[in-house]
């Protein structure tokens, strides 16, 4: 299994080839504009963020561990790149990760063609919020000797990946104000904390350029219906710039949650595909700090394999059988993550599969799709092949 092949699989634009949230808006209304508007600023917000999942490191920190820490950031990164403030004029923006743990700290670099410097800022900002997450790992960082490093590569499409663009008209940039607020609001989603978020339609208005207030339809469930009364209370606090007297603004409050693995059945495809590649770069990002605490255990071990055939009076056998033990019990975590990111692409593929049947244009995302199944299964394979050789390598009680 290789790293990069990870990192590279973790995007949702492989499998959607157009974005989110087209739709129109009348701005209705004496001095209103009058003509139907396009909504350039709609796409799903992750409530993932607001909810990270635990990560509990290895024992030690080495470049696997680092590079599937910088995976699992992925979506905060990502949602930086919602922000026309944060890229350029280019269509398509690449943020290159680079952590490296060891003398005491842990600095992050950040580069990339078409990141601005507001841009730089939130990724920062993202990465060190995540990184002062992971319990026990700043000890565990500060005590790499010598330094090591993890990097990861993360990609933004304009109108593929989550994107607001603002200047188009006054309603989509009402929308865009929004959308860039829904990820502040953490404590709206609570009631969505450990569940699947739904899709919430409102109307949006504002009468000479007072505050936004929204009307929201009835929600399917009552903890949706918590939801979107929680929003109504923060939609007044959204800034924008008004043009009209009255304006009108039809808005789909769109969530995924990539810390949930429940599907998401009511809402288009394209988010249905975002929903599962969420998920996938938080099973894919512990797989790889899985393998960093077998690479950790294996060369722990094999230092005690040397010092006991340089003396074997030196090192217990006890030693030697506990240390293969725990060789073997990071073969079997590593397995376990493996197995768990096979399940999410195997929905993926079903999914995609599925969708070709009512459109061939999804073909393209089918082969994308079992690419991504076989070189998985593959890395299993190699798991299981190595986890043979660590325990042929084990003292015999050990194995």
């Known amino acids: 299994m290789t790293k990069k092949a990870i990192i590279l699989r973790s995007s949702a634009a492989v499998l959607v080839a157009t974005g989110l949230g087209l739709g129109c808006a009348a701005a209705a209304g004496g001095g209103a504009t009058s003509e139907q508007q396009r909504i350039a600023a709609l796409s799903a917000s ?5 909810f990270p999942s635990s990560i509990t490191p290895p024992s030690a920190v080495n470049t696997e561990v680092l590079t599937g820490l910088l995976v699992a950031v992925r979506p905060a990164v990502m949602e930086c790149l919602v922000s026309p403030q944060s890229r350029g004029a280019a269509q398509e923006t690449t943020v290159n990760l680079k952590t490296t743990a060891g003398g005491g700290k842990l ?11 507001e841009g730089a800022v939130c990724v ?6 995540h990184f002062a997450a992971v319990q026990g790992f700043a000890a ?8 090591v490093s993890g990097e990861a590569q993360v990609t933004h499409k304009a109108g593929v990946s989550p994107t607001v663009r603002l200047g188009e008209n006054e309603s989509s940039d009402v929308a865009g104000a929004v959308r860039l607020a829904q990820t502040t609001w953490c404590e709206c989603y609570e009631p969505w904390k450990a569940a699947a978020p739904h899709p919430l339609n409102a109307t949006l208005s504002s009468q000479g350029g007072m505050a936004l207030t929204a009307k929201f339809e009835p929600a399917a469930d009552p903890a949706s219906q918590k939801v979107a009364e929680c929003l109504s209370g923060k939609i007044s606090d959204v800034k924008f710039t008004a043009r009209s007297s009255q304006i009108n ?51 722990a071990y094999d230092a005690l394999g040397k010092k006991y ?39 993926t593929l079903a999914l995609v599969q599925q969708l070709k049947a009512k459109d061939a244009e999804w073909g393209r995302a089918e082969e994308a799709s079992k690419n991504a199944v076989d070189v998985t299964k593959q890395d299993i ?10 325990a042929g390598a084990c003292p015999r009680d050990a194995k």
Not at 140 to 147: G, H, R
Not at 384 to 389: H, N, R
């Open 46 to 50: 992750d409530v993932g963020l607001c």
């Open 249 to 299: 603004v039809p808005y789909t409050f769109m969530f995924v949650h990539s810390g949930n693995a429940a599907p998401l059945t009511d809402v288009p495809p394209e988010v249905q595909i975002r929903q599962l590649d969420g998920v996938r770069t938080q099973r894919a990002a512990r797989a790889v700090i899985a393998l960093g605490g077998r690479m950790a255990a294996a060369q």
């Open 381 to 390: 394979e190699t798991a299981k092949q190595m986890k043979t050789g660590d």
């Open 309 to 347: 055939n340089a003396a074997p009076d030196s090192v217990p056998v006890e030693d030697l059988t506990k240390g293969c033990a725990a060789l073997l019990a990071t073969d079997d975590a590593w397995l376990e993550t493996l197995n768990q990111q096979l399940e999410i692409d195997e929905q």
């Open 107 to 117: 600095q992050h670099n950040i580069s990339g063609p078409n990141l601005t410097p």
């Open 140 to 147: 565990l960082a500060a005590a790499a000797n010598p330094p």
């Open 124 to 129: 920062k900002e993202a990465l060190d919020r």
